[in-house]
């Protein structure tokens, strides 16, 4: 099966500078994920999505962050304006789960931000 | 709160040397999975394994292992005759309660297997 889907695959962009990410999930997978993963720390859940609803954005920076999921299938992520902290890897995933089971996570390449 | 440790920031070793790489986890709920990815220099997060919390069998695939103890919360990962293209971060995570839970990762270890 194909895999996420991710692009661009590199940015670089200057601070206050608006840019914009888009994720294709997997076909079928209901539940889609935007992480960050600054360099040297663990990704860490921006925002969660199941079908086009969002189930957990309370690590969303709101003021300068924005998602959406229309049609329940790809995804954007959105910054403006960027700020030199805002330099990361951003990762799609997306998953399958059936009542209490949960059969785990594709990620996506990742596109890997710069802002200078 | 889910909480997910990996105390060793990095490790390096001779190829050939086994390693532990270890994981601690923290989770009111009874029923959770936990993870292990590789992520190679190129970026990307490979899939290692994932083990359910009713599940405690430990699981041998090739030169890598894995020790679940819930006794002591830990899911502890080892290489076996470690090769230079074992060398890359590795990362635990921990997903609890039922259905499509978001996945939380330890801050990860890198791992550096010299020749």
């Known amino acids: ?116 | 709160a889910q909480k997910v440790t990996q105390a060793q920031t990095e490790i390096s070793v001779v190829e050939k040397e086994d390693v532990t790489l270890d994981c601690v986890y923290e989770t009111r709920d009874t029923t959770y999975y936990l993870f292990w990815y590789k992520q190679p220099p190129s970026g990307e997060l490979v899939f290692l394994i994932r083990r359910n919390s009713f599940d405690e069998q430990n699981e041998i695939s090739g030169r890598y292992s894995w020790n679940f103890q819930k006794s002591t919360s830990s899911f502890n990962f080892t290489i076996t005759a470690s090769q230079v293209v074992d060398s890359a971060v590795y990362f635990c995570a921990l997903t609890s309660g039922q259905g499509a839970q978001k996945l939380v990762f330890g801050q990860g270890t890198r791992l550096t297997i010299n020749p």
């Open chain 1, 1 to 116: 099966e194909a895999g996420v889907a991710q692009s661009p695959r590199y940015k670089i962009i200057e601070k206050r500078q608006s840019v914009a990410f888009w994720c294709n999930p997997i076909s079928g997978h209901a539940t889609l994920y935007w992480y960050q993963q600054i360099l040297g720390q663990g990704p860490k859940l921006l925002i969660q999505f199941q079908n086009n609803g969002v189930v957990d954005d309370s690590q969303l920076p709101k003021d300068r962050f924005s998602a959406e999921r229309l049609k329940g299938v790809d995804s954007t992520l959105k910054i403006q304006p960027a700020k030199l902290e805002d330099s990361a890897v951003y990762l799609c995933a997306s998953s399958l789960a059936e009542g209490r089971i949960n059969y785990g996570y594709t990620f996506g390449s990742g596109t890997r931000l710069t802002v200078v």
